[in-house]
């Protein structure tokens, strides 16, 4: 997954020459989970403000026993498996407070076949969420839907030993207006 990573999502991030920074970095730190069998690379916190939580990095691995994927493409093309993650995104979001919204779209997917032979998809997904300012009134004009974040969440799709393993990237939809307004202050 250190080379999924290097050849999807640390292009996205505008990280130049991506796979010699993740062979072997200060720049990078490497998680290792022996439990479900992956490792992946990713920035160290340094660059990045561990506070702000639309930014985050994951994995996502289908269950061993339940699961048995040959290829990425047992989910289909590029665009039915962007359908199917946009689904998922939207039932993890799911909100139980009134009068939240969210609006989605699936922005791109791609196929890729990596360095190791493996083919691999790409899906790109923006979700925003509105909320209600007084969700308890009783006339439509006091309820005003505000816009409550915007993400973007970037997902690498791969399968190894029958299972899916996908890489996720969340961050804010404009991350460099989100720093100019934070470094202003």
């Given at each position: 997954?250190?080379?999924?990573?290097?050849?999807?999502?640390?292009p996205?991030?505008?990280?130049?020459?991506?796979?010699?920074?993740?062979?072997s970095?200060?720049?990078?730190?490497e998680?290792?989970?022996?439990?479900?069998?992956?490792?992946?690379?990713?920035?160290?916190?340094?660059?990045?403000?561990?506070?702000?939580?639309?930014?985050?990095?994951?994995?996502?691995?289908?269950?061993?026993?339940s699961?048995?994927?040959?290829s990425?493409?047992?989910?289909?093309?590029?665009?039915?498996?962007?359908?199917?993650?946009?689904?998922?995104?939207l039932?993890?979001?799911?909100?139980?407070?009134?009068?939240?919204?969210?609006?989605?779209?699936?922005?791109?997917?791609?196929?890729?076949?990596?360095?190791?032979?493996k083919?691999?998809?790409?899906?790109?997904i923006?979700?925003?969420?509105?909320?209600n300012?007084?969700?308890?009134?009783?006339?439509?004009?006091?309820?005003?839907?505000k816009?409550?974040?915007?993400?973007?969440?970037?997902?690498?799709?791969?399968?190894?030993?029958?299972?899916?393993?996908?890489?996720?990237?969340?961050?804010?939809?404009?991350?460099?207006?989100?720093?100019?307004?934070?470094?202003?202050?």
């Open positions: 997954m250190a080379l999924v990573a290097s050849t999807f999502i640390f996205e991030m505008g990280l130049h020459d991506p796979a010699a920074l993740a062979l970095s200060p720049v990078f730190r998680f290792l989970d022996n439990f479900d069998g992956y490792t992946f690379k990713y920035p160290r916190t340094g660059s990045r403000d561990p506070f702000v939580l639309d930014e985050n990095i994951s994995m996502e691995a289908s269950s061993p026993s699961s048995r994927y040959k990425v493409e047992d989910l289909g093309t590029p665009q039915d498996a962007g359908e199917k993650v946009l689904r998922q995104y039932t993890e979001l799911m909100s139980t407070r009134l009068g939240v919204r969210r609006e989605s779209k699936v922005l791109s997917t791609s196929s890729r076949v990596a360095d190791d032979g083919l691999y998809y790409q899906v790109e923006n979700i925003k969420s509105y909320a300012n007084n969700e308890l009134a009783v006339m439509p004009q006091d309820r005003i839907a816009l409550e974040w915007d993400r973007r969440y970037l997902s690498v799709l791969g399968v190894e030993n029958n299972r899916l393993y996908e890489l996720r990237l969340q961050t804010p939809r404009a991350p460099s207006s989100r720093r100019k307004r934070t470094s202003a202050r």
